[in-house]
């Protein structure tokens, strides 16, 4: 798993929490934030967007990856995820999330994420082991 350097973390940290001020959450009222790190060392961020029809909410991982790839293109890899939830709340990534993340990250991308108390860190490969992708091939 790649190692961040302190300020980094602190970095990504500020900038998931600032994304998650504007999480448009009326119907759930969980605000979350995500600051993607990309290998040449730019960090896009998105928060959760909700719409009354509930399904159609797109979460704050997704929004960041699609607006990364609609300014910058899909070309850079991502090294490193910071999830943020205003809410104090437990944040792990959802499946549909990794799913879309696991197209564009590192293998061993570190994701940060807020567990009850405290950050948890895991490789991008522990959360979605058997990721639908063509890793098996490389
Ligand atoms: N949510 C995210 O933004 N990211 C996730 O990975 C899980 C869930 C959002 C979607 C919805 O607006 C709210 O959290 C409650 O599910």
């Given at each position: 798993?790649?190692?961040l350097?302190?300020?980094?973390?602190?970095?990504l940290r500020v900038a998931a929490d600032a994304a998650a001020t504007n999480a448009y959450a009326p119907y759930s009222?969980?605000?979350?934030?995500?600051?993607?790190?990309?290998?040449?060392?730019?960090?896009?961020?998105?928060?959760n967007v909700e719409n009354i029809s509930y399904s159609l909410t797109?979460?704050?991982?997704r929004t960041a990856?699609?607006?990364?790839?609609?300014t910058e293109g899909a070309t850079r890899k991502i090294v490193a995820v910071m999830i943020a939830n205003l809410n104090?709340?437990?944040?792990?990534?959802?499946?549909a999330c990794l799913q879309m993340l696991s197209e564009f990250?590192?293998?061993?991308?570190?994701?940060?994420?807020?567990?009850?108390?405290?950050?948890?860190q895991k490789p991008f490969h522990e959360l979605l082991p058997y990721a639908f992708s063509n890793w098996q091939k490389e």
């Open positions: 798993m790649a190692e350097a302190p300020e980094t973390i602190e970095r009222g969980f605000r979350v934030g995500a600051a993607l790190l990309f290998e040449d060392g730019t960090v896009v961020t998105g928060c797109i979460c704050a991982e990856l699609v607006r990364a790839i609609a104090h709340a437990a944040s792990s990534p959802c499946g990250v590192e293998h061993d991308a570190v994701i940060w994420f807020p567990a009850a108390n405290d950050m948890i």
